[in-house]
C-alpha cells in the first residue's frame, strides 16, 4: 500500500508540472485577444494544479524512490491521467463536444496518434489548435522522459520511469552518465529541430501560427492540422518537402542526432544502420509507390505521382498522419503498402510508433539464422546488427513483442468487427492507432476522420493508442498475476 502511494504522490507532482503547459495557449489566447478562451484555459490550469497538489499533499509521507514494478504503474497511470485532465479546455470551449470524444483527442495527441474527432478545425480558436499540437510536441518524446528530468528536483528518482517509457536500446545505454542529463540532452536536441521547423515553415509560406502547429506535429509525429484538409490546404510542393525532411528526421532516433551534434560530425548517421534503413526503406517505397500509381492511371505524370505519393507515404510510414491528398481513393495496393510500413518504419528512440525498424532487422536476422541452422545444425552463428552482437535474450525478447503486437491488433480489430464496423475501416484503424499513425482507410480514411465511430468503437481505438505508445508490454503487465504479487 506504500509504495502505491508513492505512486499517487509522484503522480501528483507530474500534474502540477503539467499544469504548465497551459501556459502556452493562455499567451496565445493574450496574443489573439480571445478573453473567453482565456478564462477557460485559466481554469483548467488552476483545476489541474489544484488536483495534482491536493494529490501530492495527501500522499507526502509516502515520498521515495520507485522499484521498476511502480515504475511500469506510474507510466500508465500518467498516460492515463494526462488526457483527461487535458479535456477539460476542449470540454469547456467546444460546445457539445462529449468526454468519450475530447479524451479521445487528447489521448491522440498525446500519444502523437494524430487521429481526430474534431470538425471545423479552420475555424476553432487559436488557443484551441496550439492546445492540441503542444499535447503533439509534450507527447513526441515522452512526457515522461521530460518529467525524469525534473523528478530529481522533486526528490524522485527517474531511472525507473525512463526504462519504463523509453523503447529500443535507449532503455540499456546512457547517452550521458546521469539519467537526468540523458534526458534534457534529448529535450534540448528535440527543441533545436522543432525551432529549426518552424523557421523553414515559416520561409515556405505559412504564417507563424500554422508553422508553429505543423512543426509541433511534425517533430512528435503527430499528424494534427489546423485545416480539415491538412496539408492539403496549402496545396506547396515547397511545404510538403519541409516537412519530409522534418518527419524523416524526427523518426530517427533522437539520440543518433544528439550524437552528431556533440561530435560536430555526420559519422553517427553513416554507423546507425537502423536510420540508414529506415531511411532506404522509405525512400525506395516513395519511387515504387509513385511508379505504381502513374502505372495505373492514378496520376498523369511520373513527377506528380512522385510529389504526392511521398509526401502521403512518408507521413504515413513515420506515424505522423498529416495528408495532401486522399489516398482512400488510391488503388488499394498503395494505402495497405503504407500502412504496413507504419509497423516498422520509426527507429527505437523516435517520435514514432510501431514495431520499429530495430526489431525488424533483427526478426530478419533471426529467419536468416533459422535458414543456416537447419542446413548447418552444428554451426555457431551469433545476430549481429552494425557490428554489435545481440544476445539472445534480447532476440527473445523482440519475438514475445511481436507475437503480442499482432494478437493485441487480431484481438482490438475482432473488437471492431463485433461492434459492426467493416473489416478494412476496422483493420485499419487499429493499425493506424495501434501504430499511433492516425488516419487509416474506409470510414476513418484522411478525408474524413473518427467522429463517425460509436462510443464502444472510439474506446476501442483510445486503448489502441495508449498500447501503441507504450509498447504493449507497459500496458499488458498490469494484467498479469505475476505483476501483483509480493
Known amino acids: 500500500m506504500g509504495r502505491m502511494l508513492t505512486v499517487i504522490h509522484a503522480l501528483g507532482l507530474m500534474l502540477v508540472v503539467f499544469s504548465l503547459a497551459y501556459v502556452m495557449p493562455v499567451v496565445t489566447t493574450l496574443i489573439y485577444a480571445d478573453i473567453p478562451v482565456l478564462w477557460d484555459f485559466l481554469l483548467a490550469m488552476v483545476w489541474t494544479a489544484a488536483l495534482g497538489g491536493v494529490m501530492w499533499l495527501l500522499t507526502r509521507r509516502y515520498k521515495g524512490e520507485l522499484s521498476i514494478r511502480h515504475g511500469y504503474l506510474l507510466v500508465v497511470a500518467m498516460w492515463a491521467a494526462m488526457p483527461a485532465v487535458a479535456t477539460l479546455p476542449l470540454l469547456m470551449v467546444l460546445p457539445g463536444l462529449s468526454f468519450t470524444d475530447a479524451y479521445f483527442e487528447t489521448m491522440s495527441g498525446l500519444t502523437t496518434t494524430g487521429a481526430t474527432v474534431l470538425t471545423g478545425l479552420d475555424g476553432l480558436p487559436p488557443a484551441i489548435n496550439i492546445w492540441r499540437h503542444e499535447l503533439n510536441w509534450l507527447g513526441g518524446m515522452g512526457i515522461i522522459v521530460l518529467a525524469v528530468a525534473v523528478l530529481p528536483l522533486l526528490g524522485i528518482g527517474g531511472r525507473q520511469l525512463f526504462k519504463a517509457e523509453t523503447p529500443g536500446p535507449m532503455k540499456d545505454s546512457a547517452l550521458t552518465p546521469r539519467i537526468t542529463e540523458t534526458a534534457r540532452n534529448l529535450w534540448l536536441v528535440y527543441l533545436g529541430i522543432t525551432l529549426a521547423c518552424i523557421a523553414s515553415l515559416k520561409l515556405v509560406g505559412m504564417n507563424w501560427l500554422d508553422a508553429i502547429c505543423h512543426a509541433f506535429a511534425a517533430l512528435g509525429l503527430g499528424g494534427f492540422s489546423t485545416h480539415d484538409a491538412s496539408i492539403g490546404y496549402f496545396n506547396s510542393p515547397a511545404i510538403e518537402a519541409v516537412l519530409i525532411v522534418f518527419m524523416l528526421l524526427s523518426a530517427m532516433n533522437f539520440s543518433t542526432h544528439f550524437l552528431a551534434w556533440r561530435e560536430k560530425s555526420l559519422t553517427p548517421y553513416r554507423l546507425d ?140 480489430t475482432f473488437a471492431l468487427l463485433i461492434s459492426g464496423l467493416d473489416f478494412i475501416s476496422a483493420f485499419s484503424a487499429v493499425i493506424a492507432c495501434i501504430n499511433n499513425a492516425g488516419p487509416g482507410l474506409g470510414v476513418v480514411g484522411p478525408a474524413s476522420n473518427y467522429q463517425g465511430l460509436t462510443d464502444f468503437q472510439t474506446w476501442i481505438c483510445t486503448l489502441a493508442m495508449l498500447i501503441g505508445r507504450l509498447e504493449i508490454f507497459t500496458v499488458l503487465i498490469l494484467f498479469t498475476p505475476q505483476f501483483w504479487r509480493r
Request: hydrophobic content about 50%; aromatic content about 12%; glycine content about 12%.
Open 273 to 412: 544502420v537502423e536510420g540508414l534503413s529506415t531511411v532506404g526503406l522509405v525512400l525506395v517505397s516513395c519511387v515504387g509507390v509513385a511508379g505504381f500509381l502513374w502505372w495505373q492511371g492514378t496520376y498523369p505524370g511520373f513527377w506528380t505521382a512522385l510529389r504526392h505519393a511521398s509526401f502521403n507515404l512518408v507521413s504515413v510510414a513515420t506515424d505522423c498522419g498529416f495528408a495532401s491528398v486522399d489516398f482512400n481513393q488510391w488503388p488499394i495496393f498503395a494505402p495497405l503498402w503504407m500502412l504496413g510500413l507504419s509497423c516498422i518504419v520509426a527507429s527505437s528512440g523516435s517520435t514514432g510508433g510501431g514495431i520499429k525498424m530495430i526489431r525488424t532487422l533483427v526478426l530478419v536476422k533471426q529467419a536468416g539464422r533459422e535458414f543456416i541452422k537447419l542446413l548447418h545444425p552444428a554451426a555457431v552463428n551469433p545476430m549481429k546488427i552494425g557490428g554489435h552482437v545481440i544476445p539472445n535474450r534480447v532476440v527473445f525478447s523482440v519475438l514475445g513483442f511481436i507475437s503480442l503486437y499482432f494478437m493485441s491488433v487480431a484481438t482490438l
